[in-house]
């Protein structure tokens, strides 16, 4: 079976996306996400321009082969640009796979682990109080795990508060939002918040916290250490993931569970952090880990480490990232949790798609393939728009990661 077309469309259903749908002789179409948020045309050029004319004529069944065929290849190595590239290419033909053997692609991944993914909702608010309301309506969802976010005291905005609750978008205009950051404010802070909430909502509810890379490891540490009479279920990106070597630090002062991954492209890039046993949850996606092929083995190597997986999935990973992470979820051994935001009307029709949410879990779609398609033409109605991550500074002016 060969791949005889390849395009890249891009389109802005109230968040820019990008999608690669490979077509093939015998007429099954495959398609896979390559979103990089607000760095999108450099992952269409370079799917454009350097990988759709390495894929006409290619064999559909050759997954590995072609994965290895664009990372050697290429010979500059890794990056986000790169591994959400190839990732595309690899969901499309997983996608092809399944459509050609009539079964999902969680079937030819050694099928069901689990009875459904575990996903954990976001509640966020300027206050305390609202961030409460907020947990409460994911609880009467039937959420099992919510992530906590609220503003801090005396900080105009911080990350992960948002007036539009339910659809978190931080990536918008045409220059980056200018946010201004106080450790030592939040520190204090953020206890109070748990306190609160174990308070409320008792001790089963699995409660999460994005900490965004914004701590040095002693930092975290006195984080973790001062969540600890609330056992939450994760701290999330508690400082950048550059040093791998700095978890130790937090590692060796906490209980309190660390998981980090989201900006994470490559097994390369956390083999320290699984083999050292220094995070307890890995958050690599599909899109931007090279895929199915690249992210399962990343989650085999966890497996070995008791290093769970806690998939990232916020708005700017496509319903297509969406229903792969489902199928590897459902089927390793070593699931953690799965995030989940829910995408906004306009994107859901653009990208049809058979997984749903129930009872606090999703499930995958049990259609051949991974169960997602683009409506190519509902697309088109929704052009580019450039959109920015936001910065951070501190009160001084420094320029901090946001
Ligand atoms: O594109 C960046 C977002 O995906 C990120 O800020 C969201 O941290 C995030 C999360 O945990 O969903
Ligand atoms: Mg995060």
């Given at each position: 079976?060969?791949?005889?077309e390849?395009k890249?469309?891009?389109?802005c ?11 093939t ?5 495959g398609?896979g ?63 092809i796979?399944?459509k050609?053997?009539?079964?999902p ?14 996903v954990y909702g ?7 109080d ?6 409460a ?22 990350y ?5 609750k ?7 205009g ?7 950051w ?6 204090n ?14 001790p ?14 002693v ?10 009479p ?11 993931a ?19 991954g ?17 995070i ?38 496509s ?17 953690g ?6 995408h906004t ?18 499930q995958?779609?049990?259609e ?15 052009p ?13 002016g ?5």
């Open positions: 079976m060969k791949i005889t390849a890249v469309i891009v389109t259903p109230g968040r820019n996306f990008v999608t690669l749908k490979l077509t002789d015998e007429g099954i179409t398609v996400d390559a979103t990089l948020n607000g760095r999108e045309l450099a992952v269409e050029s370079y799917l454009r321009e350097h990988v759709v004319p390495l894929l006409i004529g290619r064999d559909a069944h050759r997954i590995e082969d072609t994965w290895q065929y664009l990372f050697q290849g290429a010979y500059w190595r890794r990056g986000p640009v790169t591994m959400s590239a190839i990732a595309a290419v690899d969901t499309a033909l997983w996608d796979k399944g050609a053997a009539g079964l692609v969680y079937q030819l991944l050694g099928g069901r682990s689990r009875d459904g993914v575990t976001h509640a966020n608010g300027e206050t305390v609202e961030v409460l309301t907020e947990t309506r994911f609880v009467d969802l039937g959420y099992r795990a919510v992530r906590l976010q609220c503003g801090v005291p005396g900080l105009a905005s911080t992960g508060v948002s007036a539009d339910m659809f978190y978008e931080p990536a918008k045409s220059a980056p939002e200018e946010n201004v106080s450790t030592e404010k939040y520190l802070f953020v206890p109070r918040l748990f306190a609160r909430a174990r308070e409320e909502f008792g089963e509810l699995a409660m999460l916290h994005d900490v965004h890379h914004r701590l040095t490891p930092e975290a540490a006195r984080l973790g250490r001062s969540l600890e609330y056992h939450l279920f994760w701290m999330e990106d508690p400082v950048p550059d040093l791998q070597e700095g978890f130790r630090l937090i590692r060796e002062h906490t209980t309190t569970p660390i998981a980090v989201e900006v994470i492209n490559s097994i390369w890039d956390c083999a320290d952090l699984i083999r050292g046993q220094l307890d949850f890995i958050r690599c996606t599909v899109v931007h880990a090279g895929g199915i092929t690249h992210l399962r083995r990343i989650f085999d190597l966890a497996a070995l480490h008791h290093v769970r997986s806690g998939s990232h999935g916020a708005t700017d990973l319903p297509v990232c969406l229903s792969a992470a489902l199928h590897l979820d459902v089927s390793i051994p070593n699931f949790i799965q995030e989940y935001m829910r009307e306009a994107t859901d029709e653009v990208f049809p798609h058979g997984y749903h949410f129930a009872e606090g879990y999703l995958p779609s049990e051949p393939g991974l169960g997602v398609d683009i409506d190519e033409a509902a697309a088109a109605r929704y580019y728009q450039p959109a920015y991550l936001p910065v951070n500074r501190l009160e001084d420094t320029m901090h990661p946001w």
